[in-house]
């Protein structure tokens, strides 16, 4: 489902992530852990295609993740990222439907939020 093949990311010629490799199957539910600055949300955005490796691929249902589409990609992986959703109050439910919108058609797009 996911394989991570010899990833490397650098910033700034500073290395983040070396050779890292990864299988999840299908249905799996793992865990990522580790220090400060190890690199966990680097992998996560490199994951969900906000961000390119270095070197080495990831594919997610048997295509790399930098040829998949924004929308097709966003309705198979959903990623609630550290720095906070939004500058507003926002419940968990709301922030869970988040995740649907990429499936809404056109012109239900407009429509969605309960905003408090
Ligand atoms: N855009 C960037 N520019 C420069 N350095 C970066 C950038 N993004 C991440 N880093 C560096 O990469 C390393 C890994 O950062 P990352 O945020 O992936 O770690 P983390 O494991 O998620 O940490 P935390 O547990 O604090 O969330 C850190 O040393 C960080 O300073
Ligand atoms: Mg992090």
Redesign the pocket.
């Given at each position: 489902m996911l394989e991570i093949i010899n990833v490397s990311k650098q910033?700034?010629g500073?290395p983040?992530l070396e050779n890292i490799n990864l299988n999840v199957q299908k249905g799996k539910c793992i865990g990522l852990i580790?220090?400060?600055?190890?690199?966990?949300?680097?992998i996560i955005k490199l994951i969900s295609a906000l961000e390119k490796p270095s070197s080495g691929q990831i594919n997610f249902m048997g295509k790399n993740v930098q040829g998949w589409s924004v929308k097709k990609l966003a309705k198979h992986m959903a990623v609630l990222t550290?720095e906070g959703l939004a500058p507003y109050p926002i419940t968990v439910y709301d922030s869970v439907l988040m995740g649907r919108y990429p499936h809404l058609g056109f012109f239900k797009g407009k429509v969605s939020m309960t905003m408090i």
């Open positions: 910033v700034d500073k983040i580790g220090p400060n600055g190890a690199g966990k949300s680097t550290q």
